[in-house]
């Protein structure tokens, strides 16, 4: 292959103001990690970009791991050049004979170094005519061209850009502080997981499991499900609560209709104390308007009484469809189909109430211990922490 680097773009990233170091250097780290299997790599930071040399590493290993980091535009192969024009035009030769299946070019050059002799305009004029003249199979088309060959001239040499890839686009996982995602292992809250993580969030995760009535393999539905988060970017720390006694006490002393309206009531309760002991500033779910009869404006209202918390719900005015085509995207949605239950399965009422109002959501509450049983699931709580794609439980204990 004739490229020997790559060249990752910002987007978002390139327009913030004083903070925007703060930002790349979190993509950097990002990047990092992400390639620390390829010890070979130089990666090495600029203001608009971050350059990779590979050093004789497989960028078509490389390339499928930088797309789908949050925070990166696009990434394009590239070569260096010398300021000089033979070296330039003999490098984008190079480079357009390297592109198999390209009959259609076009030439986008321009100068950082305004010493250099030839104008942007000019170059492209002269590198176009140097391509036509020694590559046969090219023509030239400035509307929907299937290259366009990108030529740099720095202050030190010149970059010349071939096939260019599209990132996942967003904001390095991190930068936006944590979030406590309630994870139930459906379609929904992963795909609020990505979504999150792709606004810069880093995602902890909240689980209820309710054993004897899960089972393990549930367990690790949502474990699978983590680790499908943390592939794009950060780390992922997945928080299991032992639920089965709060979902008993429920049972026994609420009339079923309002039944999972505590239920979510209590979870709520517990996300909020998991998040103030883990650092995290808001509670995120994966509701989408109307979708169920937890999901109503009256179920929200009374359900989100019992936090000061922000509760983030990024699929809110989704359909599923919608949500269903971007975890197939995003590869969660095999795992979410698995039938396997989960705790919001147990117990569940014929008819739930779908307009639950918080005068009654407080008077049936008052025939449960509920701080008891949010103290109780809050103490019981394994912790995970996937830190690579790639990685199984590299830390497990208790809160």
């Excluded at 035009?89 to 357009?96: E, N, P, T």
């Excluded at 046969?136 to 001239?153: C, Q, S, Y």
């Excluded at 850009?161 to 686009?169: L, M, N, S, V």
């Excluded at 399965?345 to 049936?364: E, G, M, S, V, Y």
Aim: charged share 30%; glycine share 6%; with cysteine.
């Amino acid at each position: 292959m004739v490229y020997d680097y790559l060249v990752i773009r910002f987007g978002e990233i390139a327009i913030k103001g004083k903070n925007k170091k703060a930002f790349v250097m979190k993509l950097e780290d990002d990047v990092r990690g992400k390639l620390s299997d390829f010890p070979r790599l130089y990666i090495k930071r600029h203001f608009d970009d971050i350059e990779i040399q590979l050093n004789g590493e497989d960028a078509d290993q490389i390339i499928p791991i930088l797309r789908k980091i949050f925070g990166i535009q696009n990434i394009s192969s590239a070569i260096k050049v010398e300021n000089d024009l033979d070296a330039i035009r003999s490098g984008a030769l190079r480079v357009a004979e390297q592109e198999e299946g390209v009959k259609t070019f076009k030439i986008a050059a321009r100068r950082k170094d305004k010493r250099f002799p030839v104008h942007g305009s000019e170059l492209n004029q002269d590198l176009g005519a140097w391509l036509l003249k020694h590559c046969d199979r090219l023509r030239v088309d400035v509307h929907h061209p299937d290259l366009t060959l990108r030529v740099e001239v720095g202050y030190h040499e010149t970059r010349i850009y071939g096939h260019e890839y599209k990132g996942a686009g967003g904001l390095p996982v991190g930068a936006s502080g944590k979030v406590m995602l309630m994870l139930s292992g459906g379609i929904d809250s992963p795909v609020a997981g990505y979504l999150l993580a792709k606004r810069g969030a880093l995602i902890e995760a909240i689980h209820f499991q309710s054993p004897p009535y899960t089972s393990d393999r549930a367990r690790q539905k949502v474990i699978d499900l983590s680790k499908k988060l943390q592939s794009f970017g950060g780390k992922v720390r997945l928080h299991l609560v032992p639920f089965t006694n709060a979902q008993v006490a429920i049972r026994d002393a609420v009339p079923e209709d309002y039944r999972i309206t505590i239920m979510r009531r209590l979870m709520f309760r517990i996300a909020e104390k998991a998040a103030e002991q883990n650092g995290t500033l808001a509670i995120a779910t994966g509701e989408s308007l109307g979708q169920v009869a937890s999901q109503t404006l009256e179920s929200m209202n009374t359900i989100n009484q019992v936090t000061d918390l922000p509760v983030l719900r990024p699929l809110i005015t989704m359909d599923k469809l919608d949500i269903a085509a971007i975890a197939k995207e995003i590869d969660t949605y095999e795992i979410s189909i698995r039938p396997y239950e989960d705790c919001c399965t147990i117990f569940l009422p014929k008819a739930p109430r779908t307009r639950p109002d918080r005068f009654h959501a407080d008077r049936f509450e008052r025939s449960l211990n509920v701080e008891d049983l949010v103290n109780e699931a809050v103490r019981g709580i394994e912790t995970l922490t996937f830190e690579s794609s790639e990685s199984e439980e590299l830390f497990s204990g208790l809160l």
